[in-house]
């Protein structure tokens, strides 16, 4: 039976350094939902001209790309207009991954959904590991790496499943509060040893 890890944790914890490693050192097929979002709405797309036609062609740029930053002030400011977003995006992520699971022969399968949970995406996995930090450490590196207010940080955050519920429902916790070097530690001895 194929061996599918499902990683996720929240925004920040370090879910990419997580599955860079899986990918480059361990050489496992690793699949990221935020890639296949991206896919979702661009140029040209059915979802893109549903969400252009639902908030305006300001969501748009000259080019025809979405303007993902004027789509994050909508969404995470305003829970409803969020899940009516990921309802259009999600069936196409859920396609996209049952799709490529036909294909791979790989025993062990990684997929990264950060919206794991909130997306209702289990089903796809067989085993869920959460990246874990503290809540200063994850808003310090959103804050370094996208450039966000602290209430930018803040609110996506809050737009997603408290951690804690997330470790609650997890097969591995891997804490990155520590060095990298102890993080990686972690992810080699829950591949041997799960």
């Not at 990264?112 to 503290?134: H, R």
């Amino acid at each position: 039976m194929k061996r599918i890890i499902g990683l996720t944790g929240g925004i920040g914890t370090g879910k990419t350094t997580v599955s860079n490693y899986l990918e480059h050192h361990h050489k496992l097929p690793v699949l990221d939902a935020d890639i296949y979002a991206r896919e979702a709405v661009k140029q040209g797309s059915a979802i893109l001209t549903q969400i252009v036609q639902r908030y305006g062609s300001d969501l748009q740029h000259a080019d025809g790309t979405l303007n993902r930053k004027r789509l994050g002030e909508i969404i995470f400011s305003n829970p409803d207009e969020r899940q009516w977003v990921e309802q259009q995006i999600h069936p196409y992520v859920r396609d996209r991954f049952q799709s490529q699971l036909d294909i791979l022969t790989a025993p062990i399968i990684v997929f990264v959904v950060p919206l794991l949970f909130e997306a209702n995406m289990t089903d796809l996995v067989t085993e869920i590991w959460v990246v874990i930090c503290s809540f200063q450490q994850q808003l310090d590196r959103m804050r370094e790496r996208d450039r966000l207010s602290l209430q930018q940080a803040q609110a996506r955050i809050d737009s997603q499943f408290p951690i804690e519920e997330k470790i609650a429902r997890a097969n591995v916790v891997l804490d990155n509060s520590s060095t990298i070097e102890i993080l990686l530690k972690q992810v080699d001895f829950a591949l041997i040893n799960r």
